[in-house]
């Protein structure tokens, strides 16, 4: 330990007599030089903490692309501190116009690194219970008396060898957690029946204090991690609004916010650094499982950091990076992933996102097209400028049990380059994970498109002459221009603005969650659809006007009620209203796909009522249509045969949900541990389009023993034969996301092969404030696109089928030729060659031609 402060003390003192600031952000070429920009991304990181490679040596292979990005601090990843600063810091002087920018985690840190100014309520907790025997101040190991053992766990982490960090605080006058009266625990073990929990006391700098029996308090951090066999659990920031201030009244945002600006501001230790990218800085937190969700006010109870309907926690998020823009200023570049729905959401003050695998980590068939380039281009247009946006090319393969190690799936060339094409079209720049074949002295080698192949030219495609042509739109429009009309208005008020061209909906009654439509039995020729429209929407309330909403379209076979998401999942306690899903209540909803029972399978949601002190139900909710003639509903029930416990039966009703009440299609008993069909008539409601909300309660007896209950292959039918239930396509996303603000922005949304099939399109937009849409048209085409730079071409085709380019007619005057690549990675494609007038891309590839 003398060792290693001393050299931290050396360290330090020669980042102090060398810090000159970042360059000017519009100087570096990472942003504003020609296409395409790139960098590298954290092997520069790896290489500097490994002590392998003499500064020279790892400086000459890191000056090949625009820049580098790494950890430098130990907030993850132990021992990177003291090796890395002196690196990046060095590299950074010597050459002022490569970006030198730090990867830091957003979400949490390890409790064990520079903690010493935030205090214990600064930490997120999952909901705890009252300790229930005096507690002395004493050091060393410790059996504590707890209320309710349940809510802590051991053998856990992403590797299963971790066990939770707890911390124990006095109750105040008011009945809730202190956290200013506390100390931090160590749990060795769990004994649930004696109801105790066995921990090392004082743990992580505190000291062990007495507490009193009834008037003492105990939670489990929530954490993430580690990220690394050698690394620790991470805690968890409690980025709330609601999160409790230590005895200076700050928050955890202001003592971060600190922590972070007095390393980049002159005299700190990241002062040559060009700026940060936060690592998963989420616009939720994480989620509880088993009774425990995030107490984001610190007052004890679980509340997912949702007060009244808003996210304390998202709008948190969004004052931290505010805050930390306020500290640094313009002059430093801040971004953070956005490759997800759940990624923070603040625009305007950060330059951009990192999409960790694009379109997203586990997408390595690119099958969210749309949805990645949906998510850059609306930064592009939102961010803060200098705007730099960029993807990190990986895709990991999902561990099967915590002892597996992820491994990264190697994507084929063709898949690169879609990726690539993606990045361009939206102006991000690239960096990458996946590795190119190894080529010549350096054995992290640079993908051809990246460098013009054999002409090592960087930014050799220049600027971009023309936004990216989607060729799908000069195809027929499937409505017609009849989009009203089509549109089911059941679920939202439509209105028509400016002749028609503009659709108006606005939410039934205020208190609706989201608006939803649907567009039923789309007929569909045989293959691609690819759907477009302009899009604005009123910020929701409660919200600042900055956070923009979520959108999304979705297709399903129609009559499928279970080919995407339910519109509204929740819960009905005894005597209650309606509610969303709490954890702590034992209540589950999920898909569960497909489920088998007694030889029989079936696609199928997963449901359990309420059983942990509390009885109730649980729903979910969907929009159908009904069919004119003979409609009925089929589905089947299941109740698991793998439960401990034994069952009497679940009570099962199907209802149609209108604003002024509910009619009921069905209601029945379901006790057997297998599949049973089931149907109703649905005569009643023929040619509506209306929302079935499907109930499971515990049955007239109220024993919620093993009701674990399915709902499977769930369909809406005309006429008295059977119809099969249609297999789900692997290759076509059942939903595409886009974001939407009060500026009008265009979205696409591409859905491969859906065959010759009649569709449901849906359409979901996040709260209940008007949104507007215009020119909402429909193409049977595959969303190939073109976009034209200065010196080259770049073509893209994300269907499973190869596409042709018309050359001459898309770009008249240029001649064009293909790379000439280098033999170690695609000399086929990248051959050098002449391209005629028409050119043939392949499935799932890009194209990038080099003007003469």
Known sequence: MKSRQSFSVTLVTSVALATASAADLRDLPVVSAGEPRAFFFRQSEGLARSGRMPFEQWEKMFLRLDGIMGKTLDEEVPGTQAPNIPFFTRFKQAHPKQAALLHFNGNSRDPRWECGEFFAGHWLYFNGCHVTADVPAQPGEYVLPVENPDLFRVSMGRYGDKNEDIGLCALGADGKPDWKQSEQLELLAVDVKAKTLRVKRGAFGTAPRAFAAGKAYVAAHMTEGPWGKKSNLLWLYNYSTRCPRDAKGRTCSDVLVADIAQRFLPGGALAAFDGLEFDVLHFHPLGGQRGRQADADADGMADSAVFDGVNAYGIGVYEFCRQLRAKLGPDRLI?????????????????????????????????????????????????????????????????????????????????????????????????????????????????????????????????????????????????????????????????????????????????????????????????????????????????????????????????????????????????????????????????????????????AYGVHPPYRNTKGSVFWETMAAIPAEKPRLTFFSGLTDKAKGKSDGVGLKVEVRRDNGAEEVLSLLHREKQWVARSADLSRWAGQTVRLRFTTDPGPAGNTVADHTFWGDVRVESGTGAAPAPEKLALTPQRIMTWANAEWFESGFYFRGLGSRAVDLTFEFEGSESVHLAGLTAHAAPDAIARDYERGVVLANPSTQPFAFDLAKLFPNARLRRLQGSPEQDPKTNDGSLAGATVSVGPRDALFLVKE
Not at 468 to 485: E, I, M, N, S, Y
Not at 577 to 590: L, N, Q, V, Y
């Open 335 to 603: 971004m953070a992933d956005g490759h997800s729905p759940r990624g923070q959401r603040s625009f305007a003050i950060l330059n951009g996102i990192e999409s960790e695998g694009w379109p997203h980590l586990g997408d390595p068939e690119i099958v969210d097209w749309s949805g990645g380039l949906n998510r850059h281009e609306f930064w592009r247009r939102n961010a803060a400028q200098p705007a730099l946006s960029y993807i990190n090319h990986k895709f990991m393969e999902p561990r099967k049990t915590a002892k597996d190690d992820e491994r990264m799936i190697q994507s084929p060339l063709n898949i690169t380059r879609l990726v690539m094409a993606g990045g361009l079209f939206t102006d991000s720049a690239f960096t990458y994970c996946i590795l190119p074949p190894k080529s010549g002295r350096y054995h992290i080698g640079i993908y051809d498109e990246l460098n013009m192949g054999a002409a090592n030219r960087l930014h050799w495609l220049g600027s971009p002459l023309a936004p990216p042509v989607h060729l799908a739109l000069r195809t027929p429009d499937l409505f017609g221009g009849k989009v009203a009309q089509r549109l089911r208005p059941e679920q939202a008020k439509i209105e028509t603005c400016d002749d028609g061209r503009t659709l108006k909906f606005t939410a039934p009654k205020p208190a609706a969650e989201n608006l939803t439509l649907m567009m039923p039995a789309v007929a569909l020729p045989e293959g691609d659809l690819f759907v477009h429209f302009r899009i604005k929407a009123e910020p929701m309330k409660g919200y600042p006007s900055a956070i923009p909403r979520l959108a999304w379209v979705g297709w399903r076979h129609a009559g499928d009620l279970m080919q995407q998401p339910p519109l509204a999942t929740g819960m009905t306690l005894s005597g209650q209203k309606d509610e969303p899903i709490r954890a702590e209540t034992g209540t589950s909803f999920r898909p569960a796909n497909p489920v088998s029972l007694a030889g029989e399978s079936h696609h």
